[in-house]
């Protein structure tokens, strides 16, 4: 079982950056995918990015590329996603997930964090 928790999240004007951290908790026996994903209030949840467990393949959607990175770090179980250039349509509730492949659907991904929000002014 594994409990998945979100930070990093705040208020930022746009142009800025942040790094939101996803610290995964409790222990796990296989390899998995991450993936981020944004919800705004009364809008569908989507994808930002993902990548597999050696980080050899990642994938973003196309309004963040260029300017997020998602990364990880294996031996302290956590996730990563830089944002840099932060625009104010960026503004969300940040998630991170868990999948047992690589993937962007969010259907695919069976545990998911609290959130964090993100809000940028502009």
């Known amino acids: 079982q594994v409990q998945l928790v979100e930070s990093g999240g705040g208020l930022v004007q746009a142009g800025g950056s942040l790094r939101l951290s996803c610290a995964a908790s409790?222990?796990?026996?296989?390899?998995?995918?991450m993936g981020w994903f944004r919800q705004a209030p009364g809008k569908e949840r989507e994808f930002v990015a993902a990548i597999s467990w050696s980080a050899s393949s990642t994938a973003y959607r196309n309004s963040v590329k260029g300017r997020f990175t998602i990364s990880r770090d294996n031996a302290k179980n956590t996730v990563y996603l830089q944002m840099n250039s932060l625009k104010p349509e960026d503004t969300a509730v940040y998630y991170c997930a868990r999948s047992n492949r690589f993937g962007s659907s969010p259907g695919g991904y069976g545990h998911w964090g609290q959130g964090t929000q993100v809000t940028v002014s502009a």
């Open positions: 409790g222990r796990t026996f296989s390899s998995y995918a």
